[in-house]
């Protein structure tokens, strides 16, 4: 990438100006023309760094229930097992990973009984002989958002001003903060447009609330809104981050003693390298409570990076999985009937 590549990415991660015509501000910002800028998102799109620039929503918000989902499958099973569970909407991650658990998936569902169905669909499966349910008891961390830009140009991992090491007593994504129910048609047939990626034009949003039936000024201040009430997290690029030069990442699951997952989860989240870090239920095949993603440019890098967390800690117990393959990513559809 160029530098200005860098530079727009960087920004537009999580700071994709929310105003009708978005790329005179980051033009302004970035010292650049917005023609230029618009190349350079368009150079982004068309090497496939950027997979669309978007909405990213709280699930429980929106009333929608999520979890981890951990199983352990015969390795010779594990593909036709991977294939079943990708094959559900609401399955948006699908990894085989190196371990005795070795396949780790994703469900955002509309409901708890969907979920079950999901769940209870690959636990059926041939090969299958344990899954575990891993929803997230507390939140320390979910910043995807990376630094393409250090002194030297080059790209050095989460932003730095991404990290929250405060700790949570309960997850922003728990029912207690659910508020789906101040939302109207009108909301998700707007968030259901922002789940997909904004048009090229110098006026995104003008063409987005064409597509919803508002007016744009009504569309970003909905927008403004949901990001101000926790209902969006972020409005911005979302990154296929093995283009943008992380191409190593592993997922850091670690025991600690539930009185003291507070201070460590704080401090493994403060680690630029980490780009999720939650606490989810431990169980007697599979003690860990604690997990937290870690991006490198190489295999040798998240290695260290968790070595280093795991001094830092004061952790002896933790394990390191590596993504042995992929078998599905996508981003959530919310509120896909009320889809423009």
């Not at 949570?168 to 994504?173: F, G, Q």
């Not at 990442?249 to 539930?258: C, I, L, Y």
């Amino acid at each position: 990438m160029t530098a200005l590549e860098r530079a727009v990415l960087t920004r537009i991660q999580g700071d994709f100006p929310l105003v009708s015509r978005p790329y005179d501000v980051l033009a302004d910002a970035l010292k650049a023309s917005d023609d230029e800028i618009r190349k350079a998102i368009d150079a982004c799109r068309d090497t496939e760094v950027i997979r669309r620039i978007g909405g990213s929503f709280s699930a429980a918000h929106l009333g929608y229930v999520s979890a981890l989902i951990a199983a352990r499958v015969e390795p010779l099973k594990i593909a036709a097992v991977a294939r079943h569970a990708a094959q559900f909407e609401e399955v948006t991650h699908d990894y085989e990973r190196d371990d005795t658990f070795n396949l780790w998936f994703t469900v955002v569902a509309e409901t708890t009984d969907l979920m079950t169905d999901i769940t209870d669909s690959v636990r059926a499966q041939s090969g299958v002989h344990s899954l575990h349910v891993l929803p997230a008891l507390q939140t320390f961390k979910l910043r995807v958002r990376f630094d393409m830009m250090s002194a030297e140009g080059e790209a050095i991992g989460p932003a730095r001003d991404t990290v929250d090491t405060s700790g949570t007593t309960a997850s922003p994504d728990s029912p207690a903060s659910c508020n789906a129910s101040v939302l109207d048609d009108t909301d998700r047939r707007l968030i259901a447009r922002c789940c997909d990626d904004i048009s090229a034009s110098r006026t995104p949003f003008a063409d987005l609330a064409r597509d919803v039936g508002i007016d744009e000024s009504a569309a970003l201040a909905r927008l403004r809104r949901y990001r101000g009430v926790g209902i969006m997290r972020r409005f911005g690029a979302m990154v296929r981050h093995q283009r943008a030069g992380f191409t190593a990442n592993a997922m850091g699951v670690w025991s600690v003693p539930p009185p003291d997952a507070t201070r460590v989860g704080a401090v493994l989240a403060g680690s630029r390298a980490v780009s999720h870090c939650y606490e989810r239920p431990r169980f007697a095949d599979w003690p860990y409570n604690l997990y937290s993603m870690i991006h490198g440019h190489s295999v040798a890098d998240c290695r260290a990076v968790h070595d280093d967390l795991m001094v830092r800690a004061g952790i002896t117990e933790s394990r390191l999985l590596f993504t042995d393959r992929e078998f599905k990513k996508s981003s959530v559809r919310y509120f896909a009937e009320h889809r423009p």
